[in-house]
T-cell receptor, first 112, second 115 residues
Framework: GEDVEQSLFLSVREGDSSVINCTYTDSSSTYLYWYKQEPGAGLQLLTYIFSNMDMKQDQRLTVLLNKKDKHLSLRIADTQTGDSAIYFCAEQESGGYQKVTFGTGTKLQVIP | GAVVSQHPSWVICKSGTSVKIECRSLDFQATTMFWYRQFPKKSLMLMATSNEGSKATYEQGVEKDKFLINHASLTLSTLTVTSAHPEDSSFYIC???????????FGPGTRLLVL
């Protein structure tokens, strides 16, 4: 079955860049997502990338995809205290009717 | 973007009672809805996939008689936790999608505490 893995914890200083990494095993993944979950809250879709793309940038967020190595990363520039949360990567095959498989989540702690 | 709501947002119940959680797609018709469960400090685990008008497909290890799922319309799916026990306490999240849509949309989640 599909497997998505992330490091559990990342600590950065405010103003620095954060890089959260993710590896996945399903080569048929078409969409790869990054979600943010703040304490006690639901999931917030941050961004997603198609598997035929290498990079996607959206304001402070940069997603890099290495399809050969099945490696996905999320870079947050100028990290703020409000970015402190758990970040989940997830993969999905084509179509909104396909299930999403989530990674284990990375807890990002931003130190003022 | 498309909006998915869940009700209630949190619920506390006594052990042995049943709890129903609703998942609604507010501005689109969802042919497929998914129910996930999140344990504390853990990732989301898919419980079941429900397609409108048909029986839900449960993931391995999920008791279908314990977690009853009904997807009676294109905008509503319900998850009923029957005879709830403290180990059922968790964060339950639904998502909704349809075949021609690329992404799914997640609800805000329902926190269940069984005493």
């Amino acid at each position: 079955g599909e497997d998505v893995e992330q490091s559990l914890f990342l600590s950065v200083r405010e103003g620095d860049s954060s890089v959260i990494n993710c590896t996945y095993t399903d080569s048929s993944s078409t969409y790869l997502y990054w979600y943010k979950q703040e304490p006690g809250a639901g999931l917030q879709l941050l961004t997603y990338i198609f598997s035929n793309m290498d990079m996607k940038q959206d304001q402070r967020l940069t997603v890099l995809l290495n399809k050969k190595d099945k490696h996905l990363s999320l870079r947050i520039a100028d990290t703020q205290t409000g970015d402190s949360a758990i970040y989940f990567c997830a993969e999905q095959e084509s179509g909104g009717y396909q299930k999403v498989t989530f990674g284990t989540g990375t807890k990002l702690q931003v130190i003022p | 973007g498309a909006v998915v709501s869940q009700h209630p947002s949190w619920v506390i119940c006594k052990s042995g009672t049943s709890v129903k959680i609703e998942c609604r797609s507010l501005d689109f018709q969802a042919t497929t809805m998914f129910w996930y469960r999140q344990f504390p400090k853990k990732s989301l685990m898919l419980m079941a996939t429900s397609n409108e008008g048909s029986k839900a497909t449960y993931e391995q290890g999920v008791e279908k008689d314990k977690f009853l799922i009904n997807h009676a319309s294109l905008t509503l799916s319900t998850l009923t936790v029957t005879s709830a026990h403290p180990e059922d306490s968790s964060f339950y999240i639904c998502s909704a999608g349809w075949a021609s849509q690329e992404t799914q949309y997640f609800g805000p989640g329902t926190r269940l505490l069984v005493l």
